[in-house]
């Protein structure tokens, strides 16, 4: 059985992009983009400085995540090791992104499929070598059957030290560096700021979504920069490599080494999932709060059944949960091929799983809506739906309860973002609905009153959900070490760096201590807006949630 991998020797490489030059051409590999690229790390201070370089591609992992989360089977393993993909179904949903901890892959600006390095298969399969391995002018890349005793690339694994890049991820990666550089082989050896880099000051990129095309990221940058220019700042092309007046390899105010390590050169990579997530997040857990509570209430008898609060609470329900498709449709890169997910699916991606629990909550929900009106209306006999209903409630709920924590398993999946890997998210996202869903039906309350012993039983919820949820974060998800560098500089990023302010203000502040501020109050109107408040934090808390791992490097 043929085993194929890759060694990278150090020693030899002179950091002359040719494997990357070469690759762009034989996979007409776009601008922009790279399959293979060579990052430079400089350490020391001049004159005692060092350069050191790394070839930086798919790892061809023995135990790939992008291939168990792929919801379309268009990333997949062969049975060679290589991990191949498959743009004419691939739906451009970008957790392939998310789960590949080493940065590996990308959109491709024209079809908005994903791509990465295949390992040269179309040569491969015809007994050649890959390109970046035929062009390479020191024989710095070597590649062959790691199973065949005879290859080079195992006489060399046999004999040679060799490490690879982040292996307590536990993806057994097959690209392997010989006397591979601590400080370049962990992307969070040194900060990235605008004075790092070789050729170019770059600017953040995180608001220019990866879909969309070439003039909006191109308007977004002009705007970026317009603000910058107005700030007095120094500026210089941005996602673009350019020489700088003083000299070709010159750094930050011109000296040689600015500081004692920085990555000099490297390919910029942008933020694969934007607002559109952290809002599904929301609006999924109003859907499903609704339905739960529902359930929940008039199940355990908390509550007595009401014709016109049940008719709009599942119709509200029914909204959200519509509305939630549609944010999932709207982030992909190619919403046409969304169906795909349901008639080809793959099974142990958390995508389709939870595609299939939306659905069924969808086709049950609607069933029992549908009821409930036509009931209301002498349409469909009331005593029928009086008999059906503790059957649909009791069957929805689970699937309420799936819809609301089905993504804690997904980010799960995504392995390139230790702070989701959470084992509280599950039960926090469940919290998180029941907050949302009776913040949602005190918001009804205020157009239309709601059953008094209903009311009672929201108020008492609201007030405890927001209580725990402030809890399970505070105490739970930012209050523990964390179990990794990357998951702690994420954390860290969002209590007390760049997503502070949506942190503690949005979501503390206006999500949590207001709203619980606003319920001793009891007017209807005050806590009509206790619950508006509490959603918006919610959001504010998603969005930081979702974007802070992100902006941290993974290569």
Not at 354 to 364: M, N
Not at 493 to 505: L, R, V
């Amino acid at each position: 059985m043929t085993n194929y991998g890759f060694v990278i020797d150090n020693r030899k490489c002179i950091g002359c992009h040719a494997c990357t030059t070469a690759c762009k051409s034989e996979n007409e590999v776009p601008l922009s983009v790279n399959r293979t690229w060579v990052k430079y790390v400089e350490t020391g201070q001049y004159p005692d400085a060092t350069r050191h370089f790394q070839v930086t591609r798919c790892n061809h992992c023995a135990n790939p995540p992008c291939v168990r989360i792929c919801p379309v089977e268009a990333m997949y393993q062969r049975d060679d090791g290589i991990v191949e993909f498959d743009p004419s179904i691939c739906i451009g949903c970008k957790a392939c992104m998310q789960a590949c901890p080493y940065d590996a892959i990308y959109i491709d600006p024209e079809d908005g499929t994903a791509a990465k390095c295949t390992y040269c298969a179309h040569r491969t399969d015809i007994g050649l070598e890959p390109a970046c391995v035929v062009v390479c002018p020191e024989h710095a890349i070597i590649a062959g059957d790691m199973d065949d005793p005879t290859s080079e690339i195992s006489h060399i694994l046999a004999h040679e030290k060799v490490t690879v890049r982040k292996p307590e991820q536990g993806t057994s990666p097959k690209l392997f560096y010989i006397e591979g550089n601590e400080v370049s082989l962990h992307p969070t050896a040194t900060e990235r700021t605008p004075e790092t880099y070789m050729w170019a000051d770059v600017i953040p990129l995180h608001n220019i979504p990866v879909n969309g095309s070439h003039a909006t990221a191109q308007a977004t940058v002009q705007s970026a920069t317009k603000n910058i220019a107005k700030s007095g700042a120094t500026l210089r092309a941005p996602q673009t490599q350019g020489h700088p007046t003083g000299g070709p390899i010159k750094f930050a105010d011109g000296r040689m080494a600015d500081h004692m390590i920085q990555v000099a050169y490297n390919q910029q990579h942008k933020v694969p999932w934007h607002w559109p997530v952290p809002a599904y997040l929301v609006t999924k857990g109003i859907g499903s709060g609704i339905f739960t509570i529902l359930s929940l209430g008039l199940g355990l008898g908390l509550f007595a059944f009401d014709a016109d609060t049940f008719a709009i609470g599942g119709f509200l329900s029914l909204l959200f949960i519509v509305i939630t498709t549609g944010l999932l449709i709207f982030d992909l890169e190619r919403p046409e091929r969304f169906f795909s997910i349901l008639y080809r699916p793959q099974w142990r991606s958390w995508l389709t799983r939870g595609a299939y629990i939306l659905v069924g909550f969808s086709i049950l929900t609607t069933l029992w809506w549908l009821g409930e009106v036509g009931a209301r209306y002498d349409i469909i006999s009331a005593s029928l739906v009086d008999s059906i209903r503790p059957f649909a409630l009791w069957l929805g709920l689970p699937l309420s309860i799936g819809v609301a924590i089905y993504t804690a398993f997904l980010f799960g999946q995504a392995e390139g973002r230790d702070l989701w890997q959470s084992t509280l998210l599950p039960f926090h996202l469940f919290v998180q609905s029941l907050m949302a869903g009776s913040g949602a039906l005190l918001m009804v309350d205020a157009v239309i009153a709601l059953p008094d012993d209903m009311l009672s039983v929201l108020k008492i919820l609201f007030a405890a959900s927001l209580i725990i949820d402030l809890l399970v974060t505070l105490m739970g998800e930012f209050g523990m070490p964390h179990a990794s560098e990357v998951a702690a500089k994420a954390a860290h990023d969002i209590s007390h760096g760049n997503y502070k302010g949506y942190f503690w203000i949005g979501s503390m502040l206006i999500g949590h201590i207001v709203p619980l501020a606003l319920l001793l109050i009891a007017t209807s109107f005050a806590v009509a807006i206790a619950g508006l408040l509490a959603i918006v934090g919610l959001y504010a808390f998603e969005y930081a949630f979702v974007m802070a791992p992100q902006d941290v490097p993974n290569s």
